[in-house]
């Protein structure tokens, strides 16, 4: 994605950027939530479940720093599908 911005786009998305911590536990996204905003990891381990039809909950994954969410469901403007809560 980065290569496909100037200099100066990186600048504006950089200069609106917001820290944000989460205790362990915390759910960041809920499940057929909207989301306001694009999470890019910097510390700590991030949980992506989903609850399936019969209402057990399953990990897909386990994000950790690097990886990003968020952006899928903002832009579609569709709830989220996955809950995602720090570890």
């Given amino acids: 994605m980065a290569g496909l911005l100037t200099y100066e786009e990186l600048e ?3 200069a609106r950027a917001v820290y944000a911590h989460f205790d362990s536990g915390h759910v960041i996204l809920a499940e057929g939530a909207m989301s306001d905003a694009f999470y890019i ?11 399936l039809p019969d209402r057990t909950r399953t990990v ?13 469901t903002m832009l579609a403007n569709e709830p989220s599908f996955l809950e995602l809560h720090a570890q």
Avoid at 41 to 51: D, M
């Fill in 12 to 14: 504006q998305i950089a």
């Fill in 60 to 72: 897909t994954e386990v994000l950790e720093p690097g990886s990003h969410f968020g952006i899928t």
């Fill in 41 to 51: 990891i910097v510390g700590g381990l991030v949980e992506a479940a989903i609850t």
